[in-house]
T-cell receptor
């Protein structure tokens, strides 16, 4: 079963506008969430993370929002730039037990930012 | 400093053959993870090392897959009797700690194609 889901395979946005990427999870043990960006032929690059004790974390143009009751998080990119065009992965981990920080990823969303 | 490196970048082999994939983590990182990414999917966890020992190998699909990290730095993922279904991108990541809030830094991956 898919414990982390990104239901939008792709998103197209105009340069300068806001990009909103969504992610849902089912495992209530997850308490740390990350977003990675991936360009073709490269490994995923860490963007931003959030702990479950927060509901918002901001880093420059990137903001992640967490709604624990809905088991939903989103990544906002403002303003979007053509260089942001990539595949974005949502990932989750559990701090308890023996998870050792292993990440569970969503399927990814392809973001295209048009000039 | 240097990031995570993986060799080879591409590997083509025939069904039934043995392959080895190598990962050089970021210097000083004690935690090392292997993931596998199939086309159109997010990375899936395979195995986690803390130092020289495999702390969690629950993601290895079967006993044809094995990984080692004898000196606590470089790791090798070994696949015996390869099958066409093993074709994927194999990603390695390292982290300065093995905790859930330790950011994982990924290498570019090895693209394995089994004919």
């Amino acid at each position: 079963d898919q414990q982390v889901k990104q239901n939008s395979p792709s998103l197209s946005v105009q340069e300068g506008r806001i990009s909103i990427l969504n992610c849902d999870y089912t495992n209530s043990m997850f308490d740390y969430f990350l977003w990675y960006k991936k360009y073709p032929a490269e490994g995923p690059t860490f963007l931003i993370s959030i702990s479950s004790i927060k509901d918002k974390n901001e880093d420059g143009r990137f903001t992640v929002f967490l709604n624990k009751s809905a088991k939903h998080l989103s990544l906002h990119i403002v303003p979007s730039q053509p260089g942001d065009s990539a595949v974005y992965f949502c990932a989750a981990s559990a701090t308890g037990g023996t998870s050792y920080g292993k990440l569970t990823f969503g399927q990814g969303t392809i973001l295209t930012v048009h000039p | 400093g240097a990031g995570v490196s993986q060799t080879p970048s591409n590997k083509v082999t025939e069904k039934g053959k043995y392959v080895e994939l190598r990962c050089d983590p970021i210097s000083g990182h004690t935690a090392l993870y292997w993931y596998r990414q199939s086309l159109g999917q997010g990375p899936e966890f395979l195995i986690y090392f803390q130092g020289t020992g495999a702390a969690d190998d629950s993601g290895l699909p079967n006993d044809r897959f094995f990984a080692v990290r004898p000196e606590g730095s470089v790791s090798t993922l070994k696949i015996q009797r390869t099958e066409r279904g093993d074709s994927a991108v194999y990603l390695c990541a390292s982290s300065s700690s093995g905790g859930a809030d330790g950011t994982q830094y990924f290498g570019p991956g090895t693209r394995l194609l089994v004919l």
